[in-house]
């Protein structure tokens, strides 16, 4: 692909960051902010791109699934990604019509290639503009439809449908290729819910209090993070799921907390609000550079009860001696197959693999988190992942090895009664928010009571 890039052009933007995510080159939402700015992108075009790089992404299997008939021949990847995104806009989005799509996909083959990869472009286009695309209809194995129609590797469909049965993995499946909801937490030592939906109206965008957690608002009609109710401290984005440990965590003002895996910040901050202004919380994380992005959160939201510190959580109670804190978080680093709907690379970028080598951190931070709570004090594990491996498995594993830590049920906002008392599993289609797991434990002195 040549180095010739359209200033402006949402297209040729687009094709630009697909191409780097598929070199892995960066994450695509990293690189969406990047390439707005050096294509110079207007602000009415920005969702735009987002909705076509995000939306070509999200379906990147059925689009090629969809090609396939009509390529004859190799083609220069480059080429690939801009048949998908310009197919993606002809079959997802129907306000951009047929001969506008055709006709930018073959200025940008011209430009970024020559007049003969442009007339490919066109012939293959063409011919899908006269015979449409084919039924999934075609595939006969269950697992590879749900593949191919909802655009997850056949590894991971198969794996879910072992561990949650096949309807339940489609559901799950199609709900990763929504759009998320744009949700915001609210700082309750500054204001209530009720004054930050009139603060974000003055601002021209519409806010309305989520239905599963209280303090939550779900936003429209605007970007949020540009507001000053945000620059003043008193929003931060977060996902409704991410809102639950700080309540499993049955946090009072005064108490002495660990957050130990707690880059960016989002349950840190959510952590200080629950304390009110009184005890402390410890946010530690392995990576300097994300340590400063806390700190910066911390300082917007003006919450004082906020250390930090960058090391290893499983070396942490060399440092910080035993027993010292009341309540811990283990937020742990996770496949992250709970938030595919924002970061749609995340499907093609896990493997098998990582799932046992994930755990064995998982379990070693638990390990010594067991050493810093206080008797009595109250552990929480927590992920951004559906893995059955990583959650339950996880959490099995350290209570069969540590009879001093109890299950306790996990204290969670009403909406989520229906979870049970256990170990608590949020699908991203039960409430639209991320897939997430939270485990609660409390330590006890590991006498087993006689009867
Ligand atoms: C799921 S993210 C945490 C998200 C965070 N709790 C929040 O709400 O913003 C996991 C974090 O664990 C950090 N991490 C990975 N291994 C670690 C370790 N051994 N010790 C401490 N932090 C670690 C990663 O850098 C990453 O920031």
């Not at 129609?149 to 993995?169: N, V, Y």
């Amino acid at each position: 692909m040549k180095n010739k890039k359209i200033h402006g052009n949402v297209r040729d933007a687009a094709l630009s960051i697909l191409y780097a995510v598929e070199n892995k080159q960066a994450y695509s939402n990293l690189l969406l902010n990047t390439t707005m700015d050096s294509y110079g992108i207007s602000a009415k075009n920005k969702g735009l791109l987002t909705e076509i790089t995000y939306g070509t992404l999200q379906h990147q299997m059925t689009l090629d699934y969809y090609l396939e008939p009509y390529i004859k021949g190799k083609l220069d990847p480059w080429v690939r990604t801009l048949l998908r995104l310009s197919l993606y806009q002809i079959v997802y989005l129907d306000r951009i019509p047929f001969h506008a799509v055709i006709n930018e996909a073959v200025e940008i083959a011209k430009r970024r290639g020559h007049g003969g990869i442009a007339s490919v472009v066109n012939g293959i286009l063409r011919s899908v503009q006269r015979s449409g695309v084919r039924s999934f209809n075609e595939i006969a194995d269950p697992i590879e439809k749900i593949s191919i129609e909802t655009s997850h590797p056949a590894w991971m469909i198969k794996r879910w449908s072992e561990q949650f049965g096949l309807q339940k993995t489609r559901e799950m499946a199609l709900e990763n290729n929504k759009a998320p909801l744009q949700t915001v937490r609210v700082n309750t030592v500054q204001a209530t819910p009720e004054q930050v939906i009139e603060m974000l109206e003055s601002e021209g965008l519409t806010a309305e209090p989520s239905k599963i957690i209280p303090e939550c608002l779900v936003v429209t009609g605007g970007q949020p993070v540009r507001t000053q109710t945000f620059e003043k401290g008193f929003i931060t984005i977060q996902d409704e799921s991410s809102m639950l440990p700080a309540y499993a965590l049955q946090v009072e003002p005064g108490m002495t907390v660990l957050d130990m895996c707690a880059a960016p910040g989002g349950k840190t901050t959510h952590i200080a609000e629950k304390l009110e202004g009184h005890g402390a919380v410890l946010a530690m994380d392995l990576h300097a550079h994300k340590v400063k992005l806390i700190e910066e959160t911390a300082k917007r939201l003006g919450h004082q009860t906020i250390e930090t510190t960058v090391g290893d959580g499983r070396e942490s109670s060399e440092r910080f001696g035993e027993e010292k804190f009341d309540r811990i978080l283990v937020d742990a680093p996770c496949s992250g197959l709970g938030v595919i709907k924002r970061k749609p690379d995340i499907k093609y970028t896990k493997t098998p693999d990582d799932f046992g080598r994930l755990q064995t951190i998982q379990l070693a931070l638990l390990d010594e988190a067991v050493k810093l709570l206080k008797p009595g004090g109250i552990l929480v594990y927590s992920t951004c992942t559906v893995d059955t491996e990583e959650n339950r498995g996880t959490a099995e594993k350290f209570m069969n090895t540590h009879p001093q830590m109890e299950q306790i049920p996990a204290e969670l906002p009403a909406a989520f009664k229906s979870k049970g008392k256990g170990f608590v599993q949020v699908f991203p289609q039960d409430f639209g928010s991320d897939g997430f797991f939270i485990a609660s434990f409390r330590k006890t002195d590991g006498q087993v009571a006689e009867s």
